[in-house]
């Protein structure tokens, strides 16, 4: 039992170290990929500074989009007891903000300058992820699913009713 109890306690831990990173990084890169996606198709991409995208997420923008990442593709958050993922989703719509006017606050000039390189390459890298799984939803799949639909019923009609 006591195993038990401990290694439930570690893999909760080692989420918890995995998890809060990873949110963090999606959502400065989600707060990028809105304003990139938006520009016309004639330009070059343009994705705001991090400090500009660190200024938003204080202001408790882009929050949203990390929780409904969160609903949609980590399991992890998905097989939390509801009265604990309402917990984690008020600790993340308050702990994101506040974390991001922490940084600005604390983080010298400087260390932005030298990040800045990175995050562009991360944030276009994202835009690039983005776009290919909008691709696939939007277009891929559904094209998937139609040719599935139809070819169902001439396989039926191939068996007949006594072939099962």
Do not use: H
Request: hydrophobic share 50%.
């Amino acid at each position: 039992m006591q195993t038990q109890v401990t290694c439930s306690r570690s893999r909760r831990s080692l989420a918890a170290r995995v998890l809060v990173p990873l949110v963090v990084l999606m959502l400065l890169a989600i707060l990028t990929t809105m304003p990139v996606l938006a520009q016309d198709a004639g330009e070059p991409p343009v994705v705001p500074p991090l400090v500009q995208t660190l200024n938003l997420l204080a202001q408790g923008l882009g929050v949203g989009l990390v929780l409904s990442f969160l609903a949609e593709k980590v399991a992890a958050f998905q097989n939390l007891r509801p009265d604990v993922k309402g917990w984690v989703i008020f600790g993340i719509s308050m702990g994101l903000p506040i974390l991001a006017r922490i940084l600005l606050d604390v983080v010298p000039a400087s260390t932005w300058d030298q990040i800045e390189p990175y995050w562009q390459t991360a944030a276009i890298a994202f835009v690039g992820w983005a776009s290919s799984q909008a691709v696939y939803l939007g277009i891929i799949k559904p094209a998937d699913q139609r040719r599935k639909a139809v070819r169902r019923p001439a396989d039926l009609r191939d068996k007949g009713p006594d072939s099962e």
